[in-house]
């Protein structure tokens, strides 16, 4: 499947490279098209995949994965450019995190509204599935990294998208279908995102990244 | 063990029940002496409790439970009086939940600030420990109505009052001890609540307020 990652950073080499692995075709974007982060992830994976600007990726991807910075995410789609992205998947992944003013982070958007809200909202024509944000990069592609059941929060407005983020979500990193929980529409970003100011304090007490919750419900 | 509990609603109700129900000496605080939801607890608990204004409560109380309403907690722990407070330990429970604008609700604080901080701020000579915000007051006082291992997330300045309230409501309602989190000092407060904004829509998902998170680590 041709697959188009945006962002060069942490998420998009973890989710590029087990993508690589497994056979499919990924176009890597960034702001310029022979970025260094770029370059040095085509070395990584041995020249298996291709890089190119944020344009060219989602003009490439048959679905977009939205590995940004939050902070840029929605200067990056401007410059993927609406037209590449209509009526294709993109799974946004980034978080609205703000580290300018030292730890812990702030969300740059909360509370009445949310990051995934604002890129459903400015590109109309895509199906925006919120997804992964809530877990370390290498969980995001190896949830046996965290023993027995976790769960993973999904969000969107549009049931087949969601759909088939799951079941790709099964197919690419492993994850049990029982285990992705569908949380409602795009608002429903808000929960997820605003759950990354408890995430990040976990992270500091529990001393590894690698963790996650898992939703245990009564009778 | 005299207690004070703080508001009338649902929550304090779950909790002043559990604690007559063990036999501790309880005083529930509303606006006026005499509230209609503070007699009909009353009348609950077969007369076994007193109840009184929130001023009567926290002068009665040697631990303060604070199960006000968020958007109201502060002008209750006014009227309480900062010298009832002084020196002892507040049970931070409530959530600053705007129900105002419907459902879902938004928080009237978050992202850069808390309430719990913000009665920590307001009342600094008072050992403020937020506890319990993060389930269901059912849960709050049963938590084996969850099957399994479930976690319960606490913060505060005060080593000493997260070690008495963790051994509080180990004592009262049984909590387990491993499942208490102690997640760093009053500012995590912002993690706890924000959570609510995940909490209310998976309770929306679910279709029961009974259910938990339970943080599984990996390796």
Redesign the interface.
Known sequence: MKIAILGTGMVGNALGTKLVQIGHQIMMGSRTANSDAGQEWLRLVCGKAQIGTFTDAAAFGEIILDCTNGANSLAALHQAGAANLRGKILVQISNPLDFSKGM?P??TV???DSLGEQIQREFPDTRVVKALNTVNCD?MVQPS????G?DL?ICGNDAGAKREVTARLVEWFGWKKENI????DI??S???E??L??????W???G?P??????????
């Open positions: 812990p702030t969300l909360c509370n009445t969980l990294l965290v023993p027995g976790h929060i929980i569908d949380l409602g608002t429903a808000r929960g997820t605003m759950y100011a408890l995430w990040v304090r976990l500091g007490v529990l590894t690698h963790f996650n919750i898992k939703i245990v419900r009564g009778g």
